[in-house]
Each structure stands twice: as C-alpha cells, then as structure tokens.
C-alpha cells in the first residue's frame, strides 16, 4: 500500500490574497491540489497564476459567497432578494434544508460549465464550499455523474476523519 500526501487549498478565485498565497504555496512546492470557485469574478485571473503548474485543480462549487452564475430568479432557494447567495451562516442556523435540489442542481451545472471555459478541460473533482446540505450534496453527486468527473465527499464535522474518495480512504486534517 502507498501512501501519499495530498495538501489542498481551497477558494481559489475568492481575492487577490487568497489567490496570490495559494500561488506562493505552489510555487514554492507545497500545495499540490487546488479547489476554484468559478462563480467569483477574479477566477479566471486566478487561474492564470497557476495554469502552468502541475497541480490537481478541482470545482470547488460555491452557494454561499458573492454572485451565482445562473440567473438569481431561478434559484430562489439559494439566493437573497438581491441576488447574492445565502451567506452560510444562514443554512447553519436552519433547522431545516433549504436548498432546492433542481435550483442547487441548475447552479453547479453553470459552476461545472465555467470551469470548463476557464481551464479548457474537466475538473479533477467535485466538492462543496462551506454548506452542509443533503440537497447540495445529491446535487452535486448528480452533476458529477452526469459529466463523468469524481465526487470528493466533503463534511465540516470536525469529528470526521475520513472521506471515501475513489478506490481510497482519505484522511482529514483540517486547517483553516
């Protein structure tokens, strides 16, 4: 059995600090897995620091920070009345899953979509930023099936210390 390390970074495209130091961390031999958000506005200049770096880059789908990339008034569920997303705060405090499967669903479709004009290919992965949700999740389990890509399972749970991914077990150490 081999065993291997695999550090992520996660958020690319979310600022200027967050992109530049998850360029230093490649650059610089560290990091060697990186999650984009393709929904914030700098992603596509966010790539272009790393574009030339053999990392293993990931959709790192996003409902909770800035703007969707589908049209706000067809996925209620996960947008406010100006058309932001839900922060996260909001699905924590829920007592219930407000996240509609078909808006959810719509939304990482158009995510998926604009990693592949960003990058030019698939994405390695699919994983979910900072949401606990059951609908988010079959929702992405779904658009990662229906595009062919690997689901990396995701919990914010600090008490889980392992994911199925592939054929393997992956260990968690979170940093944040």
């Known amino acids: ?6 550090i992520r970074a ?10 530049y130091g998850i360029y230093e961390t490649i650059k610089n031999g560290l990091i060697n897995n990186v999650g ?12 272009n ?13 996003n409902i909770c920070t800035g703007f969707p990339l589908s049209n706000p008034s067809k996925i209620k569920s996960i947008t406010t ?5 839900i922060p996260s705060k909001n699905y924590r405090k829920s007592k219930k899953d407000i996240v509609n499967l078909e808006e959810v669903t719509l939304e990482i479709q158009a995510q998926y979509d604009r990693f592949i004009e960003i990058t030019g290919k698939k994405p390695s992965y ?21 595009e062919d890509v690997a689901y990396l399972d995701f919990s914010l749970d600090p008490d889980i210390k ?15």
């Open 1 to 6: 059995m081999t065993n291997k390390i695999i």
């Open 10 to 19: 996660d958020d690319l495209g979310y600022s200027k600090a967050v992109d």
């Open 36 to 47: 984009i958000m393709t929904n914030m506005p700098d992603a596509e200049r966010a790539f």
């Open 49 to 61: 620091l790393i574009k030339n770096f053999d990392v293993c880059l990931g959709l790192h789908v």
């Open 81 to 85: 009345n100006n058309g932001f997303f």
């Open 126 to 146: 699919f994983e979910g930023h900072a949401v606990q949700s059951k609908n988010f999740k079959i929702g992405l389990k779904r658009v990662a099936n229906r």
């Open 162 to 176: 392992t994911i199925p991914f592939k054929n393997t077990i992956m260990y968690l150490i979170w940093k944040l």
